[in-house]
């Protein structure tokens, strides 16, 4: 990613933990969370203080990224485009990302487009940008052959620390895939992930805060893997699992 802004260790990359909740486990951990975090802004305005979060994510013909993160690859990077609505129109936000990860830690580079450049892009796969980001994103879909995959969506509580840091903690609902080949597709048919789980990520640039590593404790919570890409993929597409 060489025509990328090059991460600072100290400030950009960042670790994740994910864990997955039973609905009384995510009453009580978000109950103990409530005197450290707030509410980010879009979670304070949305409907029932959750927000759509939809993404459209982008694979080889023979589901590359899929196996490379199956297969514990150490440098590895996600391709997807993300929207906050679900249905398009001229007010729509989209977000263009490359999620990479390097080991134990992540970065995303990210840019917003307008929805007529997103329509562009679908249909020539060009965004006709000088952003660093959408170049890349660009050449990686003309070199690696990329094409969209599967869409994920689901409803998300976002907070972040009281005091000034570098925590974010999010609790995702109702996660849930679609093949699909477009972000809007007309009538999606959505298989549900684990459907009475709730999925807690924490994020952070540094080691979890001590408070973070208690209540984690407290509550008996394990780390586990929650690629939420994957896991569509194999509900929406169990041949593949079976191939492997």
Same mark, same amino acid.
């Given at each position: 990613?060489?025509?990328?802004?090059?991460?600072? !260790?100290?400030?950009?990359?960042?670790?994740?933990?994910?864990?997955?909740?039973?609905?009384?486990?995510?009453? =009580?951990?978000?109950?103990?969370?409530?005197?450290? &975090? /707030? =509410?980010?802004?879009?979670?304070? #305005? *949305?409907?029932a203080h959750k927000y759509?979060?939809?993404? &459209?994510y982008f694979d080889t013909?023979?589901? /590359?990224?899929?196996?490379?993160?199956?297969?514990?690859?150490?440098?590895?990077?996600?391709?997807?485009?993300?929207?906050?609505?679900?249905?398009?129109?001229?007010?729509?936000?989209?977000?263009?990302? !490359?999620?990479?990860? =390097?080991?134990?830690?992540?970065?995303?580079?990210?840019?917003?487009?307008?929805?007529?450049?997103?329509?562009?892009?679908?249909?020539?796969?060009?965004?006709?940008?000088?952003?660093?980001? &959408? #170049?890349?994103?660009?050449?990686?879909? @003309?070199?690696?052959?990329?094409?969209?995959? &599967?869409?994920?969506?689901?409803?998300?509580?976002?907070?972040?620390?009281?005091?000034?840091?570098?925590?974010?903690?999010?609790?995702?609902?109702?996660?849930?895939? *679609? /093949?699909?080949?477009?972000?809007?597709?007309?009538?999606?048919?959505?298989?549900k992930h684990n459907a009475?789980?709730?999925? @807690?990520?924490?994020?952070?640039?540094? /080691?979890?805060?001590?408070?973070?590593?208690?209540?984690?404790?407290?509550?008996?919570?394990?780390?586990? *893997?929650?690629?939420?890409?994957? =896991?569509?993929?194999? #509900?929406?597409?169990?041949? @593949?699992?079976? @191939?492997?």
């Open positions: 990613m060489a025509s990328l802004p090059i991460p600072d !260790l100290e400030t950009d990359w960042r670790y994740e933990s994910k864990y997955r909740l039973t609905h009384p486990q995510y009453l =009580q951990v978000k109950n103990a969370f409530v005197p450290y &975090l /707030q =509410q980010d802004g879009f979670t304070k #305005i *949305a409907p759509l979060v939809r993404s &459209l013909f023979d589901y /590359q990224t899929y196996y490379e993160k199956l297969s514990g690859n150490y440098s590895r990077i996600k391709y997807r485009i993300r929207t906050y609505a679900s249905s398009l129109d001229a007010n729509s936000v989209i977000r263009v990302e !490359l999620k990479v990860r =390097q080991g134990e830690k992540t970065i995303k580079y990210g840019d917003f487009i307008s929805p007529s450049n997103f329509q562009t892009f679908m249909q020539t796969r060009h965004f006709y940008s000088t952003n660093p980001v &959408l #170049i890349e994103f660009e050449r990686y879909t @003309l070199t690696r052959i990329l094409q969209p995959r &599967l869409l994920v969506e689901y409803r998300r509580e976002g907070f972040t620390t009281r005091d000034p840091g570098s925590v974010r903690v999010t609790f995702d609902h109702q996660v849930h895939s *679609a /093949q699909a080949k477009m972000l809007f597709p007309p009538k999606p048919f959505f298989h009475s789980l709730v999925v @807690l990520e924490i994020k952070h640039r540094d /080691q979890q805060p001590d408070w973070i590593k208690a209540i984690i404790q407290h509550h008996g919570l394990k780390i586990v *893997a929650n690629s939420k890409y994957c =896991q569509g993929i194999e #509900i929406t597409q169990p041949n @593949l699992v079976n @191939l492997r």
